[in-house]
Each structure stands twice: as C-alpha cells, then as structure tokens.
C-alpha cells in the first residue's frame, strides 16, 4: 500500500485504447444496470424500501458499538469465537493463527473484498498455505495473478477468449475453448475435488444480525456454501459496518442487494450461520482499519452504510469506460472513490476527481449514499491540503479575484477570445490544450452577450 | 488496551448516537398471483416448480425424471415418498456425499417474489449435502408460500429459526464473460414440489 | 429553414433576470438572447444585470470551496431583487439552487434561480407554442439539471416528474423527437473533468453522439450548453453531420 500508485487518468486511457474491449466492457455493464433498472421496477415500494435500509444503516452507524457488543455477545452465546482486528496486519496474524492452531495447510476461500482489503492470499502463501479462491471469477483473477477489477463481477475486464487461454494453461482445458459451459464444468471439477481437501473455509459476510449474533452470506455458485460446510473450520471475515439491528431487517437487505448488483430477484443462496454446525469451529473476525475514522468524519459516515452491490460501478459511466483496474485501489468506482482517500489519502487522490459528478451512482445505490456529493466532498478536502496540482490552485485563485469584479472578468473575456481568434491553429491546438486533443473549441464570437454581441 | 477495546472506544468517540431506528417495514402489496409468480421467478432463475396433490405423487415423478432412480445415490429427507439410498455413516462424510446424485429435502417458507426456500440448517443432517448434490428436490407445503421477505422473516424471527438457507434455483454464474451457466459448483438442477392446498 | 414564429399568448407579466452562465455569454450570445425572446414572447420582462458574471461552479467542482464562496456571494448580490431569476443552464442552476447551501451561505440570501425549462413549464405555464422545427431532434439529459433538479425522471429511478424540456419540445410544431436508446447516459463534459480525464471524457462523449446517430437525429438539443460545446467539439473535429442546439434556440425558431 505505501507505493504511489498510478493515477486514474493515464491508467483509463489505457483501457480505452482497446476500443473494441472497451466498448464490450461498457456494453456488458450496461446491460447489467439494464437488468438491475427492470429488477428494481419489479418491487413497486423500492423508492420506499431504498429509504428503509438508509435509515436502518444510518441508526445502526449511530449506534455501532453497542450493537457490535450485542452481536458479539449474541454470537458467542451461539458457539462462535468473535476477534477483532485493527488493521490488516493483525487480520493477516490473527487469521493465520487461527489456521497453524488448526494445522491448517490448505484453504477454500470465497469472495471476501475485506480479504483482498488485508491482502491475505499472498501472506498465508508466504506462510505456506496453499489459499484457492473459489467464486469463479475470483479463481479466474487468481490463475490470471491480478485482482478482481469489479467487487461483484471479478473477472468482467476479460473476454471468453482470455479466460479460455488462463483455463487452458492453469486447467489443461483444450486449447481455444471458449466455451462459457465448459470453462465453468472444468472449474467446478477442480474445485470440488478442492473441497475436500480443505481444511478450513474462509467466508465474507455480507450482512450480521447484532440480536441473534448471525451471519448471512450470499452467493449464486454455492462455493461459499461449501467452503463453510465441507472443512470443519470456518472463519467468517467481516467489517465492522456490516450490523443491522434485527433479523427481520434482513428482509430489507436482501430483497435491495441481489436486485441493485445483478438484476437477480435474489441471490441463489442466502445462507444464515447462528453459531457453528455440529463438529465444526466458526470464528468471526470483525476489522476496523479505518472504518472507526470514517466513522467521525460526518460528511463522509453515510459510505460505511454501503453493502457491496457494485450498482454504482455498474452505472458509472466513467467505471464502464476505464476499468475496475485504473482505480488501483482495492474497491474501484464511485464508492471506492470515496473510500480510498479515507485510507490512502496520498495514493489517490485522483480518485474523487475520476467522475462527471453525473449523480447517477447516487440515484441506483440501495442505502442511498450521497456517492456524487462525496466525491466532491473528498476534492474539497484534497484542496485544503494542498494536494491538487499548483497551477490549479494558481487558476481558483485568479478566477476568484477576476470572477468578482465585473470589469475584470468582461475584459478577461475579451482578451481570451481574441487570443483564441487570433492565435494560429497550430498554436492553439499544442499538447498543452488536452480539450483540443480530440475536440475542436468552440468558435469564440466578437462580442460577448453582456458586451453587446447578438446572433 | 486489547485490540477490541481499542476499536470499541474509537467507535464511542465517533458514533453520533441519536437516530430513532425506523419502524418494522410493511410492503406494497404484491398485484400477482403468488403461486404464478413464485413460478415464474423460479423459472428465471433455473429452477422448475411441480404442483402435486399430495407427496405420493413425488416417486413416480422423480422416477419419471430419473428412470434410473433406483442405481442413484439419493439423500431423503421424505422417506415414506423417496427412501435414502445411502448407508448413515455416509451422512457425516463429505468424501462420501461428494458423490451424491440426488437431495430431497424438505423446505419451509417459500417466497414468491423471488422463488427463495427456506431450508433449515437441521432440516439434513450434514448442511454440505444441500451443496454437493448434484441435483436438488426441495419439497414444499402450498400454505407456507408467501409474498415476500418479509413476512418469510417475520415467521423465521418468531420461531427463532435463525440458521438455515434461502436457495432460490440451481446454483450459477456468470463470470465468464456475462454467460449465465446454470450448475455451477453445487446442484445442477433445483425442482420445487410444491404438495397440498393454499 | 427559417421556423415560423408569431406571438405566442401572454398569460401574466413576470420580472425575470436573466442569468447567463459564463460560457454562454463568451461563447454562445446566441442562446442567451434566444432565451430572451423566448421569454419575452411569453409574456416575461427580462432584465439582464450586467454585473453578473459566473456562479463559482468550475471552482467548486475542483475542490475550492473557499475561493468559490466570494464568487457566490457576488452571485446572490447581483440577483438579490429578482423574485425570479431564469438561467439557460442546468448546471448553474442547480449550483446556486443546490450547492450554495453546502457553502453555508443563508438560505435567504440564495436567489430564487429557476431553469429555463422549468420556470416556462411551471412558473409561466407555457402550454401551447406557435413555432415551428421540422427536424428529428433528441434530447440530451444535463446531468444536474435530470437529477439535481428533477427536470425529468431519471431512468434508473422511479417517480413521476415530468420531462420539462420534453413537454415544451412537444409544443412545437413539426418537430420529430426521437427516442435514445440510453435515454439520459452522461455526456463526459463535467467541467474540468473533460481536460483531467481527456480520454474518458472524449470516450463517453462519442459514444453519447452515436446513441443520437442510431435514433437517426439530426439535431441534439439540449438544456445546457456545455454539454453541447463538449459534444460539437467532438462532432466538428471529426466531420458528422448530426448538429447542435440550445432548447430555447429551438422555442424561439432560430436557425441553427
Ligand atoms: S455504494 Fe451503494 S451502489 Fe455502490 S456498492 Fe455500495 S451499496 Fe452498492
């Protein structure tokens, strides 16, 4: 995390030179928020239902400490063990204890962004812990040796021809298949053998109930469901922000969640864990790393209300044309735009400005979190430490002084359009002028309206 | 200071308070049939439904569908309609289940705006089974479908059945490329029979 | 060409200013005083205070609250007496409408800014229109305008807010309004935003002029003229014929 990543910009315009994959990338998107648009019309109350689980999240926020004592308190009394984490550092050996105790040598582990968040594969790699991500798209990332570029759709930056090429190499599929059917028999062959090999399964959690202490977990494949069935061992990893008060709330949760990311009226497995099942170890690991100091940030508290959907990536039309890989940040698109400065504010602070502010991450987002006026927000806050380009700060000071005196700003007018007139082309259009690189300026007129100019 | 007291007393210092927790959700009434729409829920997301009078009419529709039923190894949670083929000690083995052709098992609360069952989490007696199978028969009673989560909440909470699933279909994905492929690691097909009167 | 225009019907003498965003009054006289007439011939006396200048909207859409708050404040001072104060632009109005306030600038001294759209279908009540634009035209949504300002129901939303710059579009005779379909996806202007992220800017804005090409418009007429100076660099630089318009360049039958 302490290396300088690559700003959005150069990173996106990468990915769109592959226009052709590109325009794929976006269409394929689209088509998922297609589905979630006609999803969310099935449920005539859903304006009504966003509003329930935002104020659900918003007095679980404002009640968080009591109510992750009540789940643990509720969990443990259910026969599960609940650890707590400050950072991924004491995830990572916390984790790792609990699997040398358990003489754990291999592990089957499904979709977890928190995982990716600690960067737990290459730590228990390095231990000597063989880890297999189960979630097919995650396994494809996995052979492929990069990161899930989409917190719901892993592998969605690759094509059928690349994945078929990663399958044929890591799988011994026959070369050139691209089939999707039999990509997904040959890794369910392999994985199931996997299975039971494990000795212990490491899940995400997507929602936990503080007054009965349960898990729920979902899934469409059911690899989650059997990494936490078939070893004995099953650790559960989970932010804090994951609470809500009551178990009828999960109702609210899932009928939004499965709706808003895949267009799917549920996921195919909800699965509800109250304590371990008969022989077998449940441990609960719950993680701050910052989500306590995201907490105190009023105007940025409403993103830990965010449940993970990925609807917001879905219909950022940004995300659709750059990539989940150009945020080069653990959870891309709006939301992990907004996240990232909470963490890492030196290494992205490119993020809050990779957006049109076009609001619509705002509108689809099932807790309602204010996405496009956090993102404007985090500008403001990078502004104030000094941390966006000088001459930009240079120009907000000029446009100040010049915006508040009329005369000025009419004789600044003035003088910018005659410059434009007057000035060859080929100055005029230098790589200095990043608008005219692919677009022409417009034809700048005499006169201004206020000085006088008219059609 | 323990890592969780740590984390505890940041929480205390930032978490606002205040803020009413808003009052149990009442949904819109649903304008479909509930059994038409369980149906076609359940075939959007691979499923198939059968509406039968009464679980004697399960055996010769499975047989029908499996002729070859009786070689299969099959899981049964109905052993007067479809008896269990497996010997107990398999139960317990996931290297034995691994190789399991057929579950019947039997779900409670069906939900119709999604197709979801609630299959409780003791309802086999080892949870992986639900997920090794290759093929899954849920059976259902016609008076436990409902319009939506929350009123399947509402019962789960009230009888504190609080471990267990919602399988909604067959297991799936689409991870390569947007290809919807039904099977993906557990059940390859999901029947709900559906048995009784509304 | 040349529309046919007549008088329309004057339903209520109202004083408006006219606010005209900074771009505009540079670059496109044209649309300002389109939106002028327009209001004139609805019955609207217009006043156009020369002190104005621009909203601070660039500002603080780069992050400078600070410096952007002395721009607002000279903003609110120059429309300080207009009950109405009528802009051609989306985006402006919904920057002093919607994000002064985040710049704690009392609510009182905010002016009653109203988008150009919006203040002839709700405050004027122009129901008919005695003009006409023989062309295929589609609308292109401005962001701040659909969604800040609920000038129509977004697409991934669920509400009834009318199309305002449909119904007016409507009223016009002859004109083909055509059907998009990714009805209201962003441009990739958003300000500094289309030189901070050339590509993705110029990416979004080709594709925003094909969706017009495949439902075979001939203009993109638009509330905001920034999204269409975005989109005309794009068309002009690479040759289409598809062309550009302010909405009140068409309500007034202006050749464009
Ligand atoms: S921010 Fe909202 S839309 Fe985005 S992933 Fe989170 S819950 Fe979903």
């Known amino acids: 995390m302490s290396a300088r990543t690559e700003a959005h910009p150069p990173a996106a315009a990468r990915f769109l030179d592959d226009g052709a994959h590109a325009a794929w990338h976006d269409a394929a998107l689209w088509n998922v928020r297609d589905r979630r648009d006609k999803a969310a019309a099935s449920v005539p109350d859903w304006e009504r239902l966003r509003e329930q689980a935002t104020r659900i999240k918003q007095h679980t926020l404002a009640h968080l400490p009591d109510y992750l004592e009540q789940f643990e308190r509720a969990a443990r009394a259910a026969g599960a063990t609940v650890h707590w984490a400050k950072d991924p550092e004491e995830f990572r050996v916390l984790v790792h204890g609990l699997l040398k105790q358990h003489g754990v040598t291999s592990v089957a582990k499904s979709k977890s962004m928190l995982t990716e968040e600690c960067a737990l594969n290459p730590y228990l790699e390095a231990q000597g812990i063989e880890v297999v991500d189960t979630d097919l798209g995650e396994r494809v990332v996995q052979l492929n040796q990069e990161h899930p570029s989409h917190i719901v759709l892993p592998a969605i930056h690759l094509n059928k021809q690349q994945i078929g090429r990663i399958f044929e190499k890591n799988l011994g599929t026959a070369p050139g298949n691209d089939s999707a059917e039999e990509l997904t028999e040959a890794a369910r062959q392999d994985l199931r053998a996997r299975y039971l090999h494990a000795q212990a399964g490491i899940t995400g959690v997507n929602f936990a109930v503080a007054e009965t202490g349960t898990l729920v977990v979902c899934t469409n494949e059911a690899n989650a469901d059997l990494g936490m069935t078939v070893p004995k061992l099953h650790i559960a990893c989970m932010g804090l922000e994951k609470l809500v008060p009551r178990f009828e709330d999960l109702a609210v949760f899932t009928r939004l969640l499965a709706r808003s990311g895949t267009g799917q009226a549920i996921t195919a497995y909800t699965s509800h864990v109250t304590g371990p099942a008969p022989g077998s170890e449940l441990h609960i690991v719950l993680l701050d790393n910052g989500r306590s100091a995201l907490l105190a940030r009023d105007r940025f508290r409403n993103a830990l209300k965010c449940i993970r959907c990925g609807a917001c990536m879905n219909t950022c039309p940004v995300f659709r044309r750059s990539g989940g890989h150009s945020y080069n940040h653990v959870i891309p698109g709006p939301i992990g735009s907004v996240l990232a400065p909470n963490v890492a504010f030196e290494q992205t602070e490119t993020l809050p400005f990779a957006s049109s502010l076009c609001g619509s991450c705002t509108e689809v987002c099932p807790v309602k979190i204010d996405l496009h006026k956090q993102l404007l927000y985090w500008r403001e806050e990078l502004a104030k430490e000094g941390r966006v380009p000088l001459s930009k700060q240079l120009g907000a000071h000029v446009f100040t002084f010049v915006a508040t005196r009329p005369w000025l700003f009419k004789l600044g007018g003035r003088m910018m359009r005659l410059s434009l007139r007057i000035t060859p082309r080929a100055l005029v259009y230098g790589p200095w002028n990043a608008w005219g690189k692919r677009r022409e300026l417009p034809v700048p007129p005499k006169r201004s309206y206020l000085d006088g100019g008219r059609p | ?198 | 060409m040349r529309a046919m225009t007549s008088a329309a019907p004057t339903t209520q003498s109202l004083r408006a200013a006219l606010m005209v965003p900074c771009y505009v009054d540079q670059f496109y006289p044209a649309v300002a005083d389109a939106a002028r007439r327009v209001l004139e011939r609805h019955g609207c006396e217009v006043v156009v205070p020369k002190q104005q200048t621009c909203c601070g909207q660039p500002m603080l859409n780069s992050g400078f609250a600070k410096e952007t708050l002395p721009v607002a404040k000279h903003c609110c001072k120059v429309f300080a007496d207009f009950e109405y104060v009528v802009c051609p632009s989306g985006s402006c109005t919904a920057m002093v409408r919607e994000h002064y306030r985040d710049l704690w600038l009392d609510d009182a001294k905010i002016p009653r800014v109203f988008e150009f759209c919006e203040f002839l279908h709700d405050v004027v009540g122009v129901r008919e229109m005695d003009v006409s634009f023989p062309h295929r035209v589609g609308i292109h949504q401005g962001c701040h305008g659909l969604r800040e300002l609920r000038l129509a129901q977004p697409s991934e939303s669920f509400g009834c807010a009318t199309d305002k710059t449909r119904a007016l579009l409507s009223l016009v005779r002859d004109i083909e309004l055509v059907n998009l379909d990714r009805p209201d996806e962003c441009c990739g202007f958003g300000g500094l935003f289309a030189v901070s992220e050339e590509a993705v800017s110029v990416g979004m804005g080709r594709d925003r002029v094909a969706c017009h090409e495949r439902a075979h418009a001939e203009i993109i007429a638009s509330g905001d003229m920034s999204c269409l100076m975005h989109l005309e660099g794009i068309i002009r630089r690479e040759h289409r014929a598809v062309r550009v318009a302010h909405v009140a360049q068409i309500l007034a039958g202006d050749r464009v």
């Open chain 2, 1 to 198: 200071m323990s890592s969780r007291d740590t984390i505890l007393k940041a929480l205390r210092e930032a978490a606002p308070g205040g803020v009413e927790a808003p009052a149990m959700y009442t949904p819109d009434a649903p304008a479909a049939d509930l059994l038409e729409s369980f149906e076609f829920r359940l075939k959007a997301c691979g499923g198939e439904l059968a509406v039968l009078r009464s679980v004697e009419e399960l055996a010769p529709l499975l047989s029908a569908r499996w002729p070859d039923l009786a070689e299969r190894s099959v899981y049964s949670t109905n052993p007067a309609a479809v008896p269990t083929s497996l010997p107990e000690a398999a139960f317990t083995d996931t290297a034995a289940l691994q190789h399991l052709d057929l579950a019947i098992v039997d779900g409670c609360e069906c939900v119709a705006e999604n197709a979801a069952v609630w299959v409780p989490a003791g309802a086999v007696p080892h949870r992986s089974l639900l997920y090794l199978a290759e093929h899954l028969v849920l059976i259902v009673r016609r008076d436990a479908l409902l319009p939506t989560m929350h009123e399947a909440y509402a019962r789960l909470a009230q009888r504190g059945d609080t471990s267990g699933y919602f399988i909604a279909g067959p297991s799936k994905t689409s991870d390569i490329a947007q290809c919807l492929v039904i099977g993906a690691q557990g059940p390859r097909s999901c029947l709900v029979c559906m048995v009784g009167d509304a």
